[in-house]
């Protein structure tokens, strides 16, 4: 069995084992879908004739992937570090792709499933948000943003060193970017400043390509132009991670 297989295998493991992790990770969207989906029932954005709930429900779908793949390997990443098993993979033949790939592989499966399930929800009687003939669009976009917010997670877990600083940091990155990149309420309700603010932060372009995949608020050439930003930010937070990642406390 190559490192790879044995470092995946035993990642689903632990995760699976983890029930109360398990059910929330997949709880949570359809919370937040559900909620919004009683309070804006039948409301619409002006002038763009698209419902509040359109909005809200591919924001909720790509805050709930990002903030997945950010929390999931910035906490394992920390632990591994903090039990000295990062160390002991280091010692062994194990590259540090295979360290990283295995649970990429993991926060794709997660984010896939997610998108199923919210999808599946999305789509029944009364919220009629997903036309049938678009969810498959959605693939490629969800996986480019495990993608980039996997190596954001990575730099996380590379800098914090307890549980506390893990969840600190990334609820710091991550419920304003929420809020900043129109997750939570459209972006045309904010002001013109903090529109452009938005522009800087990664999950804009990922609400942006779901938007236009899941729901029909755009083209192709709206997910396309979502996907590019991913691409660039992945690769900016890649570069960071690659130099800023620890296989100890001190190294």
């Known amino acids: 069995m190559s490192a790879y297989t044995a470092l995946t ?9 983890d029930r109360t992790t398990v059910f929330f990770t997949f709880a949570f969207p359809l919370i937040f879908l559900v909620v919004f989906g009683l309070i804006f029932r039948g409301r619409d954005v002006e002038e763009s004739g698209f419902s509040y709930l359109s909005y809200t429900a591919s924001g909720v779908l790509s805050w709930g992937v ?14 591994w570090r903090a039990d000295d098993i990062l160390r002991m993979i280091r010692m062994s033949p194990a590259p540090l792709s295979a360290v990283i790939g295995s649970r990429y592989v993991l926060a794709v499966g997660v984010g896939l499933v997610q998108s199923a399930l919210f999808v599946g929800v999305a789509m029944l009687p009364g919220f009629d948000l997903v036309p049938a003939s678009r969810w498959p669009l959605l693939i490629p976009v969800l996986v480019l943003g495990v993608t980039t917010f996997l190596l954001l997670g990575v730099i996380v877990g590379s800098i914090g060193n307890t549980p506390e600083s893990v ?4 609820n710091f990155l991550m419920l304003p970017m929420a809020f900043l990149s129109g997750s939570f309420f459209p972006l045309d309700a904010m002001p013109d400043w903090l529109q452009k603010i938005s522009l800087v932060l990664p999950l804009r372009y990922l609400n942006d390509a779901v938007a236009a995949a899941l729901t029909g608020r755009g083209d192709l050439g709206d997910i396309g132009a ?25 190294s």
């Open 9 to 17: 295998a035993a990642g689903y493991r632990a995760q699976v084992r």
């Open 66 to 79: 990002a903030n997945a793949a950010v929390f999931g390997i910035g906490f394992t990443l920390m632990q």
């Open 167 to 170: 969840a600190a940091i990334a």
């Open 226 to 250: 979502g996907c590019a930003g991913l691409v660039v930010f992945a690769v900016v937070f890649g570069l960071l991670a690659a130099r800023l990642f620890r296989w100890t406390k001190s």
